[in-house]
């Protein structure tokens, strides 16, 4: 099993940046898929990116491609999303999940582990 606790969010303007950090606990950390998901207020939780395991491979959702990037540190036991060129529609609640099943059946019903979420507010 892994706790999953979220850092980074606050405010920023359009344009901006921001990094979010997920730090895990447990010692297998490295054997899980990891992805960020959002929710904006009245929406649906969406899947904003995923990094397999070993990190080599990630997924973005089209309304993120080429702003935001994903990735790992399996020795921090932490996962981080690098968000620039951020929009106001990018406002929303940023969650980190975990996954153990396997990268290549992987689908976004199979987070099971949640961490508490973390507001980003990007003003125009």
């Known amino acids: 099993q892994v706790q999953l606790v979220e850092s980074g969010g606050g405010l920023a303007q359009a344009g901006g940046s921001l990094r979010l950090s997920c730090a895990a606990s447990?010692?297998?950390?490295?054997?899980?898929?990891m992805a960020w998901f959002h929710q904006a207020p009245g929406k649906e939780r969406e899947l904003v990116a995923e990094?397999?395991?070993?990190?080599?491979?990630?997924k973005y959702a089209d309304s993120v491609k080429g702003r935001f990037t994903i990735s790992r540190d399996n020795a921090k036991n932490t996962v981080y999303l690098q968000m620039n060129s951020l929009k106001p529609e990018d406002t929303a609640v940023y969650y980190c999940?975990?996954?153990?099943?396997?990268?290549?059946?992987?689908?976004?019903?199979?987070?099971?582990?949640w961490g508490q979420g973390t507001q980003v507010t990007v003003s125009s």
């Open positions: 999940a975990a996954a153990t099943t396997p990268w290549g059946s992987l689908g976004r019903k199979d987070y099971n582990y």
């Open positions: 447990g010692r297998t950390f490295s054997t899980y898929n």
């Open positions: 990094i397999s395991w070993i990190g080599g491979t990630t």
